[in-house]
């Protein structure tokens, strides 16, 4: 059981918004940047968002992110049967002193 | 653009030690502000990080794998390679190395291969 919890599936109908969280603690996201993954099943993931809040070289501004304290949440708008994938927060535990991903998410796109 | 591609057996037998090496092209796997990083997803579970290691030999490994595991980096081949002790059926899973890079996660990543641990 991951120490970074995330809902296991959210689903929404194209064109529109879901949110997903990220929980942790002050060793995790609370001091240490978060970063989301995109992973479609049988293909490598993808970092959406590094540094808490920074869109990767290609990714739509649909997709956004923000921290506060010990959790974070990416925003998908205008939904896209294309964004049909598993997300994954992470980060760096400064306790452990190893990175954690979060249990993952599946969105559905209705 | 860097690419990263995972190769070693895809079967390994229990309690032997599963090895995998991944090779970096388009770019040097010298640079220091690089970790160069091996992660795991077991089928129908999520990912797994499994440790890190950069060129001036600093590791940090995930501590639920208990002392099973090591890495190394070859330079001169632009590679780095994973060894796990005394695998089980649990160790099955995708492996996939990836870059990482402090603030900016892990940039890039291999396609992933398989290993099946059974005897």
């Known amino acids: 059981q991951s120490a970074l919890t995330q809902p296991p599936s959210v689903s929404a109908a194209p064109g529109q918004k879901v949110t997903i969280s990220c929980s942790g603690s002050n060793s995790n996201i609370g001091n240490n940047y978060v970063s989301w993954y995109q992973h479609v099943p049988g293909k490598a993931p993808r970092v959406l968002i590094y540094?808490?809040?920074k869109r990767s070289s290609g990714v739509p501004d649909r997709f956004s992110a923000s921290r506060s304290r010990t959790s974070a949440t990416l925003d998908i708008t205008g939904l896209q049967t294309g964004d049909e994938a598993d997300y994954y927060c992470g980060t760096w535990d400064s306790s452990l002193r190893g990175w954690m991903f979060g249990g993952g998410t599946r969105l559905t796109v209705l | 653009q860097v690419q990263l591609q995972e190769s070693g057996p895809g079967l390994a037998k229990p309690s032997q030690t599963l090895s995998l090496t991944c090779s970096v092209s388009g770019g040097s796997i010298s640079s220091v502000i690089y970790f160069w990083s091996w992660i795991r997803q077991p089928a129908g579970k999520g990912l797994e990080w499994i440790g890190r290691?950069?060129?001036?030999?600093?590791?940090n490994y995930n501590p639920s794998l208990k002392g099973r595991v090591s890495m190394s980096v070859d330079t001169s081949r632009n590679q780095f390679s994973l060894n796990l002790k005394t695998v089980t059926a649990a160790d099955t899973a995708v492996y996939y190395c990836?870059?990482?890079?402090?603030?900016?996660?892990?940039?890039?990543w291999g396609q992933g291969t398989l290993v099946t641990v059974s005897s």
């Open positions: 540094d808490n809040n």
């Open positions: 990836a870059r990482y890079m402090e603030r900016r996660g892990f940039d890039f």
């Open positions: 290691i950069n060129t001036s030999g600093s590791t």
